[in-house]
């Protein structure tokens, strides 16, 4: 698409799983051309606004919501809000002028992925899951490519997909394995940034059938089920590692 880049946005965020994508990329990006700029858009109420500035990389907001899965009134003010934030994403897309777009998922990459083709800058989104993201799935029809986890998921994207797997951080790969004999193994339960309640139902539901002297567990409960979740340890007597969610997964 572009032979040497200097200038890349990011859209989207939301949740971990979009905004540690396009932190994977830019990081290597920056490692193998320091100069090059990297910006984010998001919003101010994703975990973007507090993980992307954190990092050293520059966020840019917009406003707009979502509109799956929310009620008919979250709806209605999304759509209201879509010429406005149309509009802010255009005035990003002028400012910055970036030689590319990457659309990471979540509502917010909607916006300026659609800005982005109106001044013709070159666009790519990328879907990590098997069946794509309601954002990527309406943005499908518009981006120039499409980067995909998974064979199946290329027929949403017909031509323009090609399937290259999911960006991992680097840091992850410097993580040295654990081996301290006498002790148990550590099991790690996480359902994203945002929990999931059927796993951490069925973690809690599992405990009376496990010991500390089996398995040592660190639970990411999410922010909505954490007081839930760490009371039902307590009743149960298991000593566990219980957080709302973890900054630094690697």
Not at 23 to 38: C, Y
Not at 71 to 78: D, E, N, S
Not at 167 to 193: C, D, H, I, M, Q
Request: hydrophobic share 40%; proline share 8%.
């Amino acid at each position: 698409m572009v032979s040497q880049l200097n200038r890349v946005l990011f859209a989207g965020g939301g949740t971990g799983g979009h905004v540690y994508m396009a932190i994977a990329i830019a990081q290597q990006l920056k490692m193998r051309q320091p100069g090059i700029d990297a910006l984010f858009a998001g919003t101010k109420n994703g975990l973007e606004a507090r993980i992307v500035p954190s990092l050293g990389f520059k966020l840019e907001t917009i406003r707009i919501g979502g509109l799956k899965k929310v009620g008919a009134l979250q709806k209605i003010r999304t759509v209201l809000q879509l010429p406005l934030s149309l509009s802010s994403s255009l005035g990003i897309i002028r400012r910055f002028s970036p030689q590319v777009v990457v659309g990471v998922g979540g509502y917010s990459s909607g916006p300026v992925v659609l800005a982005a083709c109106l001044h013709r800058v070159p666009t790519l989104i990328i879907e990590p899951n098997v069946y794509p993201g309601f954002a990527n799935r309406i943005l499908s029809r518009f981006a120039g490519r499409a980067a995909v986890a998974f064979e199946e998921t290329a027929g949403w994207f017909g031509r323009k997909a090609h399937v290259t797997g999911v960006p991992v951080r680097s840091e992850f790969f410097e993580v040295p394995a654990k081996s301290t004999p006498g002790t148990p193994p550590t099991l790690l339960v996480y359902g994203g940034s945002r929990g999931s309640q059927p796993i951490n139902e069925l973690m809690v539901a599992a405990l009376p059938f496990l010991s500390p002297e089996q398995v040592s567990i660190i639970h990411q409960t999410g922010p909505q089920n954490y007081e839930e979740v760490s009371t039902r340890y307590k009743d149960i007597g298991f000593p566990a590692e219980v957080l709302p969610y973890i900054d630094n997964m690697p």
